[in-house]
């Protein structure tokens, strides 16, 4: 079978070479598409291949016609809201993601970013330490637990929320449940959103809850820009000059905000939190297994749009 990785922003090469061996050991070819332009050089690649590895490429409708042969996508990765997984399913296209193998890499991003917004974007004056604050984590999944134990062994008291997981079992997984989300907002000096984009979560975080957070108190979001009302955002920073945001998911009006909110606001320039080697070998390997498994046997455990 033929595979293409196709990744805008690349793995690291050491990841390639893993992802080539084990399809190639297994009788399949492998090519690459990086740093590609345009999502139409993406849809142009695609006709010849079978299986596609992919990141937060979107794998449109489009790109799913133009591939005629396309029996299986691998999300090297969590979220699947960049792939259409109901046009997937009516070509009976397989979409599967690699849950928790580039978990890690994220969650050390978030911790980070919390230091970074309390030592002041790391310039002269006086911060504050992260150690005995409390830091409520919005969806306790793999990414969220990470980040929850990270914490707790910094000092952290650590609560958490998750629509899919109960108090007990929260609790057993070492964080204090809160009520709800509006009490993990008003009751912590740090939240961390860890929630997927869906059409339930997009913008569910705005104004109200920004401006429900206590004094001084920061929101990091290292999941999906799509969650965060952004002009509810900017309205809570104006509002309340004490409160912060930092970010993985570059706002559409950065340059504004910053400039109106300097060192309260920051943004990477680029999605960085699984851009590790580590993230990329394990999330990468994964998927290439997941590829040779589901060729040589059939295996859809991963699969996200069953049918
Ligand atoms: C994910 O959903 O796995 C993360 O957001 C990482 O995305 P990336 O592979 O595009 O960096």
Same mark, same amino acid.
């Given at each position: 079978m033929k595979v293409l990785i196709a990744t805008q922003k690349p793995f690291a090469a050491v990841a390639v070479e893993g992802i080539r061996k084990i399809l190639t050991e297994a009788g399949h070819s492998v090519d690459t598409l990086e740093k590609?332009?345009?999502?139409d050089d993406f849809v142009k690649a695609?006709?010849?291949?079978?299986a596609l590895i992919i990141r937060s490429d979107k794998v449109t409708a489009e790109v799913l016609d133009a591939a005629? &042969?396309?029996k299986i996508v691998v999300r090297a990765g969590a979220g699947v809201d960049n792939v259409d997984l109901e046009a997937a399913k009516a070509r009976k296209v397989v979409v599967m993601n690699t849950p928790g193998q580039n978990a890690n890499a994220v969650a050390e991003l978030a911790v980070a970013m919390m230091i970074y917004m309390s030592r002041g974007?790391?310039?002269?004056g006086t911060g504050s330490e992260i150690m005995g604050k409390r830091l409520g984590v919005q969806a306790y999944g793999q990414v969220g637990r990470l980040v929850g134990k990270k914490a707790e062994a910094l000092g952290m008291k650590v609560s958490a929320i998750d629509p899919f997981i109960p108090a007990d079992k929260i609790r057993e997984l070492g964080a204090e449940p809160a009520k709800d989300v509006k009490d993990l907002y008003a009751n912590n000096d740090f939240v961390s959103v860890h929630i997927p984009a869906t059409p339930e979560t997009?913008? &569910?975080?705005?104004y109200d809850l920004i401006t429900s957070m206590p004094k001084g108190a920061c929101l990091v979001n290292a999941a999906r820009k799509e969650v965060i009302d952004e002009e509810g955002l900017a309205k809570a920073l104006e509002a309340r000059p004490d409160l912060k945001y930092v970010t993985d998911l570059l706002p559409d009006n950065y340059a504004e905000l910053k400039e109106k909110f300097g060192t309260r606001i920051f943004a990477t320039p680029k999605k960085m939190g699984a851009q590790t080697a580590e993230a990329n070998i394990n999330a990468g390997i994964a998927a290439a297994r997941q590829i040779a498994d589901f060729f040589a046997t059939g295996n859809t455990r991963f699969q996200v749009n069953k049918w």
């Open positions: 590609y332009a345009a999502q695609v006709a010849p291949y079978d005629p &042969s396309l974007q790391f310039t002269p997009i913008k &569910s975080i705005g």
